[in-house]
């Protein structure tokens, strides 16, 4: 932990104490909350997987395992599509519901965070995307952290990272730091997602690093097993990660949205009811289709769901090992004030 961190979480202890303490996790008049928390990545800190991810997408396997045994305690933990099912047909919902998400499905998942819920028997909901299960593809951002990280190249004799010229924090930080990259991969969002695709696939042919030594994401049997122990439901997060944001073509949102369920559908054998929109983003159109496709459906909009609220756009507790390392730091989270 850097000096300025340490001091950082010294000021904000005393917040921490008292978010903790006094939250809607522990105290609440109202009813029927529910809590969903979204992680991404479980991997452990001497993993090389670690050293190019950004922090806020990673929990280490001991905060997540001490991380369980906590909302055990706290809340009534159950599978999203049981909550909307129940709440669908009238059923009672408990006080405090709680249900556990994971966005992307890494392969992580299946490595650390699967052995850990089998420990603690508790559900939780993977967002799959469909056409990336079992392929070496991707996601832009950790393309881009891998090309800035580990390129041991001349950038300024490469042309093609002329576009990210266009970015502060890379003209400013020369971006080494993970925290430099988190913010130059912000940034990079103002462009779409095919922009970034081709800008992505001229720098990997350039620098020789298009291949990638092993998937970072689930295969199909690896979904499989996840979903075999009965912990664990799969729901769709659209064919190719494409962020659901205003002006895409009509196919392509029928495409991402429709699709995605149907292939899971056939690879799983099971329905698929939850939806999981890529970086929180969606068009009108969007949130229509998914509602008329879907029982229910998460953003990255934060907060705690008190009913009436919409089940088709879910808010959630992001959680990573920052703000989540202690027992004290990962309850203040929990009360959706910090
Ligand atoms: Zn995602």
Same mark, same amino acid.
Request: some cysteine; overall charge positive; aromatic content about 8%.
């Given at each position: 932990?850097?000096?300025?961190?340490?001091?950082?979480?010294?000021?904000?202890?005393?917040?921490?104490?008292?978010? @903790?303490?006094?939250?809607?996790?522990?105290?609440?008049?109202?009813?029927?909350?529910?809590?969903?928390?979204?992680?991404?990545?479980?991997?452990?800190?001497?993993?090389?997987?670690?050293? *190019? %991810?950004?922090?806020?997408?990673?929990?280490?396997?001991?905060?997540?395992?001490?991380?369980?045994?906590?909302?055990?305690?706290?809340?009534?933990?159950?599978?999203?599509?049981?909550?909307?099912?129940?709440?669908?047909?009238?059923?009672?919902?408990?006080? $405090?519901?709680?249900?556990?998400?994971?966005? @992307?499905?890494?392969?992580?998942?299946?490595?650390?965070?699967?052995?850990?819920?089998?420990?603690?028997?508790?559900?939780?909901?993977?967002?799959?995307?469909?056409?990336?299960?079992?392929?070496?593809?991707?996601?832009?951002?950790?393309?881009?952290?891998?090309?800035?990280?580990? +390129?041991?190249? @001349? $950038?300024?004799?490469?042309?093609?990272?002329?576009?990210?010229?266009?970015?502060?924090?890379?003209?400013?930080?020369?971006?080494?730091?993970?925290?430099?990259?988190?913010?130059?991969?912000?940034?990079?969002?103002?462009?779409?997602?095919?922009?970034?695709?081709?800008?992505?696939?001229?720098?990997?042919?350039?620098?020789?690093?298009?291949?990638?030594?092993?998937?970072?994401?689930?295969?199909?049997?690896? =979904?499989?097993?996840?979903?075999?122990?009965?912990?664990?439901?799969?729901?769709?997060?659209?064919?190719?990660?494409?962020?659901?944001?205003?002006?895409?073509?009509?196919?392509?949102?029928? +495409?991402?949205?429709?699709?995605?369920?149907?292939?899971?559908?056939?690879?799983? %054998?099971?329905?698929?009811?939850?939806?999981?929109?890529?970086?929180? @983003?969606?068009?009108?159109?969007?949130?229509?289709? =998914?509602?008329?496709?879907?029982?229910?459906?998460?953003?990255?909009?934060?907060?705690?769901?008190?009913?009436?609220?919409?089940?088709?756009?879910?808010?959630?507790?992001?959680?990573? %090992?920052?703000?989540?390392?202690?027992? *004290?730091?990962?309850?203040?989270?929990?009360?959706?004030?910090?």
């Amino acid at each position: 932990m850097s000096h300025s961190l340490r001091i950082k979480n010294a000021v904000k202890a005393p917040l921490h104490f008292l978010a @903790d303490q006094l939250g809607p996790h522990r105290y609440s008049t109202r009813k029927n909350q529910l809590w969903v928390l979204m992680y991404h990545r479980i991997l452990p800190v001497h993993d090389p997987r670690y050293r *190019t %991810e950004e922090p806020g997408m990673i929990v280490t396997p001991e905060s997540f395992r001490q991380q369980l045994r906590i909302i055990k305690q706290l809340f009534a933990v159950m599978p999203l599509s049981e909550w909307t099912q129940r709440r669908a047909s009238n059923q009672p919902l408990p006080a $405090r519901a709680c249900a556990i998400t994971f966005d @992307d499905g890494w392969r992580d998942n299946f490595e650390f965070a699967l052995p850990a819920l089998q420990a603690e028997q508790l559900p939780a909901t993977v967002f799959a995307v469909s056409d990336m299960i079992g392929t070496k593809q991707q996601f832009w951002p950790n393309r881009l952290s891998r090309l800035l990280a580990l +390129a041991d190249i @001349d $950038r300024q004799a490469l042309r093609s990272f002329d576009w990210l010229q266009a970015f502060t924090t890379y003209q400013t930080s020369g971006v080494h730091s993970r925290e430099a990259i988190a913010a130059l991969i912000n940034e990079c969002k103002r462009l779409s997602d095919p922009q970034l695709r081709t800008n992505l696939d001229a720098m990997e042919a350039d620098t020789g690093l298009a291949s990638l030594p092993e998937p970072s994401l689930m295969n199909w049997s690896e =979904v499989r097993q996840m979903q075999a122990t009965g912990l664990v439901e799969i729901g769709s997060h659209t064919c190719h990660h494409t962020r659901l944001v205003k002006g895409l073509p009509e196919k392509t949102l029928h +495409a991402e949205i429709v699709d995605s369920r149907s292939k899971l559908e056939a690879q799983l %054998e099971k329905p698929v009811t939850l939806f999981c929109y890529p970086n929180g @983003d969606f068009s009108a159109a969007a949130a229509k289709l =998914v509602s008329e496709n879907y029982a229910a459906a998460v953003t990255t909009q934060s907060g705690i769901n008190a009913l009436p609220a919409s089940t088709h756009q879910l808010h959630r507790i992001g959680i990573h %090992e920052d703000v989540s390392n202690t027992p *004290t730091r990962f309850r203040a989270r929990l009360s959706g004030w910090i």
